[in-house]
C-alpha cells in the first residue's frame, strides 16, 4: 500500500515558477514508477510526466517539455515536479500517481494523492 500526498501548489504570475512535492509513505515506494497529472474544471486528467523507480527514465508531455523537470529522491521517499515558465493555461489540480511502471494513462495508476491546486494568473 503507497499513500501519496502533494503539496507545494498556490497562485503565481505567468511566468513564474513553483515546485511541487509528491510525498509517499510505504517502505516499497522506491520500487514504483511515479506519474504527475492535472486536471482543470471540466476537462478530464491529463498526463504531464513520469518517471521510473530509478529515476533513470522521464517522459513528458509535449506541452509542458523544457518547462517542466520531474524528479526523485527516493531516500525521502518524494518526487517531485519542478515548472518554469508557467502559463495560465497551467492552471489545474495537480495529482501524482504511483504505479509498477511508467505510463501516460491515468488509469494505469493504482494509487493517487489528493491533489494540489496550482493557479497561474495572467
Known amino acids: 500500500q503507497v499513500q501519496l500526498v502533494e503539496s507545494g501548489g498556490g497562485l503565481v504570475q505567468a511566468g513564474g515558477s513553483l515546485r511541487l512535492s509528491c510525498a509517499a509513505s510505504?517502505?516499497?515506494?522506491?520500487?514504483?514508477?511515479v506519474g504527475w497529472f492535472r486536471q482543470a474544471p471540466g476537462k478530464e486528467r491529463e498526463f504531464i510526466a513520469t518517471?521510473?523507480?530509478?529515476?533513470?527514465?522521464?517522459h513528458y508531455a509535449d506541452s509542458v517539455k523544457g518547462r517542466f523537470t520531474i524528479s526523485r529522491d527516493n531516500a525521502k521517499n518524494t518526487v517531485y515536479l519542478q515548472m518554469s515558465s508557467l502559463k495560465p493555461e497551467d492552471t489545474a489540480v495537480y495529482y501524482c500517481?504511483?504505479?509498477?511502471?511508467?505510463?501516460?494513462?491515468?488509469?494505469?495508476?493504482?494509487?493517487w494523492g489528493q491533489g494540489t491546486q496550482v493557479t497561474v494568473s495572467s
Open positions: 500517481g504511483a504505479n509498477l511502471i511508467p505510463s501516460v494513462t491515468a488509469t494505469d495508476y493504482a494509487y
Open positions: 518517471i521510473t523507480w530509478s529515476g533513470d527514465w522521464t
Open positions: 510505504g517502505r516499497t515506494f522506491s520500487r514504483y514508477a
